[in-house]
C-alpha cells in the first residue's frame, strides 16, 4: 500500500503539473479538494483519467469521485481493490 | 482623435520584457529559436501557472509588464492575435487522443487548445470584463487586432486597449514548416540573412503587446497616426494603397524617415519589399526587425513595438538599419510594412509624440 501511495503521488505531481512540489510534500491523509491540496473540478477530472489510464478504472458516476478523492490514502485503498492493470 | 502606444512589451529570444536589443541584441545562431523565459512567479502565483501552457505564461507576463509600464491597471479593452493559439496543448491533445484511442483524454490541454484562451486569460487574470476578442488570420492576426483597436478608439468606445499578438514553435511545427521550405538552412549571419536569392527565414515565437490609448501620458512611446489591412497581388496596386494610405494619413512619402518592413532573409517573402522599396522609398533607410526576432505569424507585432521604442529612443542602432543611411539624426515618422505571402498587407504610420 505504501509503495502504491508513492506512486499515486508521483503520477498526481505530473499530471497536475505541481511543479513546486515533492512526494514528501503531500499528506495522503489530507483532503484532496478543498483544504489539502486545494484542487478544483478540473483536477478532479485530470484525475478521472488518470484512474481509467494507469488503473483501468473506469468510474462510473460523479457521486463516486467524491468517496474517492477525499485523500491519496483513499485514492490508493480504491485502487489496489479495483484495479484492472 | 490621436492615438499613442502608450507602452510596449515582448518576450522572445532577445532579453525578455526590456528593450536591452536596442544596445545588446542577442544574434541567432540557428534557425529554430527559443525564446528567453523570465521569472513567471513576479506575474503569476505557482499555484496560478501550474495550468498554463508556455504561451499563456508568456502572454500573461507580457500584458501585465505592458500595463505596468503604461501605468494602466485596467485596460478598456484586451485584443489579441494569434495564427495558431496554444498549439503546443493543441499537440499534445490530439498526440493524446491517437496514443490513448480517443479515450482517457486530459481536459487541460484540451481546454488550452482554443485559440481565445490567450486573451481570455489574460483578462481572467486582470479581472477584466471589458470588450475582448481574438484574431487568427494567419499571417495579419496582429495587424487585425491592432486595426479592431484603433477602430475602438476612435469611435469612443474605449479610452485603452492592449493588444497583443502571441504564437509559439513548438518542434513539431518547425518540422512540419521546414518541409515547406520555411527556414534558412546553415549560415544564419546577418550578412547572410540579407543576401539576396535565397530561401528561407529564421523562426521564433511571438509574445507581444502593446497598449493603446487616446492620451498623451508621460510616458507614451510614439502616437499611431493610422493603420490598414489589405490584399492585393501587384506592387502597381500596393503603391496605389500606399499613396492613398499616406493622403489619408496627410503625409508623404518624402516625410517618412525611416521604413520598417518585415524583411526576414526569405527571398519569396523580401522580394515584394524590394520591389517597393526600389520605386517609391529609393533614398529613405529601410529598418528591419525579424532578424532579431524571428519569423511566426504574430513577428508583425514585433514591428509596431521596435518602431515605437525607436521613436521613443530616438535613435536607430545600426544593426536594424537594412539599407540606406540617415541623413539627419532625428527620427520623426516611420512607415511599417508587412505582408502575408505576397497577399494580405498592413501599412501602419507612427511618428514621434510631440509634448
Known amino acids: 500500500m505504501e509503495q502504491l501511495i508513492e506512486e499515486l503521488k508521483k503520477e498526481i505531481i505530473e499530471v497536475l503539473n505541481l511543479e513546486e512540489m515533492t512526494p514528501a510534500d503531500i499528506d495522503e491523509n489530507a483532503p484532496l479538494f478543498g483544504e489539502g491540496l486545494g484542487l478544483d473540478s478540473i483536477d478532479a477530472l485530470e484525475l478521472i483519467v488518470l484512474m481509467e489510464k494507469n488503473y483501468g478504472i473506469k468510474l462510473q458516476n460523479a457521486e463516486q469521485g467524491k468517496e474517492i478523492f477525499k485523500s491519496v490514502r483513499v485514492m490508493a485503498e480504491y485502487i489496489q481493490e479495483h484495479r484492472t492493470k | ?355
Request: glycine fraction near 8%; charged fraction near 20%; hydrophobic fraction near 35%.
Open chain 2, 1 to 355: 482623435m490621436s492615438i499613442y502606444i502608450q507602452s510596449a512589451s515582448q518576450i522572445s529570444f532577445q532579453q525578455p520584457l526590456c528593450e536591452k536589443w536596442l544596445d545588446e541584441p542577442i544574434l541567432p545562431i540557428q534557425s529554430f529559436n527559443q525564446p528567453m523565459e523570465p521569472d513567471y512567479k513576479q506575474f503569476i502565483a505557482p499555484a496560478e501557472s501550474r495550468r498554463m501552457g508556455k504561451l499563456l505564461k508568456r502572454a500573461v507576463a507580457t500584458a501585465l509588464d505592458t500595463l505596468a509600464k503604461g501605468g494602466c491597471e485596467m485596460p478598456d479593452a484586451i485584443i489579441s492575435g494569434t495564427g495558431l493559439g496554444c498549439v503546443e496543448n493543441t499537440e499534445k491533445f490530439l498526440n493524446a487522443v491517437i496514443d490513448n484511442e480517443e479515450e482517457c483524454l486530459p481536459p487541460t490541454p484540451f481546454m488550452q487548445s482554443t485559440h481565445n484562451t490567450i486573451s481570455s486569460q489574460i483578462s481572467l487574470k486582470l479581472q477584466c470584463h471589458g470588450y475582448n476578442s481574438t484574431y487568427s488570420h494567419r499571417g495579419t492576426s496582429f495587424d487585425s487586432a491592432l486595426l479592431d483597436a484603433v477602430m475602438q478608439l476612435q469611435l469612443g468606445r474605449v479610452n485603452t486597449a492592449l493588444v497583443g499578438g502571441y504564437d509559439e514553435m513548438t518542434p513539431a511545427y518547425f518540422k512540419m514548416l521546414g518541409k515547406l521550405g520555411y527556414w534558412r538552412d546553415g549560415d544564419v549571419s546577418i550578412d547572410e540573412l540579407k543576401k539576396d536569392g535565397i530561401p528561407g527565414a529564421i523562426s521564433g515565437g511571438a509574445s507581444v503587446s502593446a497598449l493603446l490609448g487616446n492620451k498623451n501620458t508621460q510616458n507614451a512611446l510614439c502616437q499611431l497616426v493610422d493603420t490598414e489591412i489589405f490584399s492585393c497581388n501587384s506592387v502597381e496596386k500596393l503603391q496605389n494603397k500606399l499613396h492613398s494610405f499616406l493622403n489619408r494619413c496627410q503625409s508623404e512619402t518624402a516625410e517618412i524617415d525611416a521604413v520598417m518592413c518585415g524583411l526576414s532573409g526569405d527571398k519569396a517573402n523580401d522580394d515584394v519589399y524590394r520591389d517597393l522599396l526600389c520605386k517609391e522609398f529609393p533614398t529613405i533607410p529601410t529598418l528591419w526587425y525579424k532578424h532579431l526576432f524571428g519569423e511566426s505569424f504574430c513577428a508583425s507585432g514585433y514591428g509596431i513595438y521596435c518602431a515605437s521604442h525607436l521613436l521613443n529612443a530616438g535613435k536607430v542602432p545600426d544593426l536594424l538599419i537594412y539599407n540606406g543611411k540617415f541623413e539627419k539624426f532625428v527620427v520623426n515618422n516611420i512607415l511599417i510594412i508587412n505582408h502575408f505571402q505576397n497577399n494580405d498587407f498592413s501599412l501602419t504610420l507612427l511618428t514621434k509624440c510631440h509634448n
